[in-house]
């Protein structure tokens, strides 16, 4: 069974950071793309970042380049989102997703993990 598990949110001040991490059970990161995605209230999921596991080449939508880093530690079977100089518009849950190839489409994306919320004060 593939289990994916988000953890690393909380509530912040505007211009802090926070760390999301996304580990694994049942697969490899070796042969997934990871992508993270957030949703707030009332509005669509979006991608946010993904991470290639073909050649580790990573992506940002633009709200976020910059201040985001996604990256991956395959020894531990985690990916990881660094997340600075946030903004009280990146509160959101945040979910990590696995999928056959890099897409900022959710329905490309086989497993998800459960969410994690983060929330950034003004």
């Known amino acids: 069974e593939v289990q994916l598990v988000e953890s690393g949110g909380g509530l912040v001040q505007a211009g802090g950071s926070l760390r999301l991490s996304c580990a694994a059970s049942?697969?490899?990161?070796?042969?997934?793309?990871i992508g993270w995605f957030r949703q707030a209230p009332e509005k669509e999921r979006e991608g946010v970042s993904c991470i290639s596991s073909s050649d580790g080449s990573t992506y940002y939508t633009d709200s976020v380049e910059g201040r985001f880093t996604i990256f991956s530690d395959n020894a531990k079977n985690r990916v990881y989102l660094q997340m600075n100089s946030l903004k009280p518009e990146d509160t959101a849950v945040y979910y990590c997703?696995?999928?056959?190839?890099?897409?900022?489409?959710?329905?490309?994306?086989?497993?998800w993990g459960q969410g994690t919320q983060v929330t950034v004060s003004s």
């Open positions: 049942g697969l490899t990161f070796d042969d997934y793309a």
């Open positions: 997703a696995a999928g056959y190839g890099v897409s900022w489409a959710p329905g490309d994306y086989d497993y």
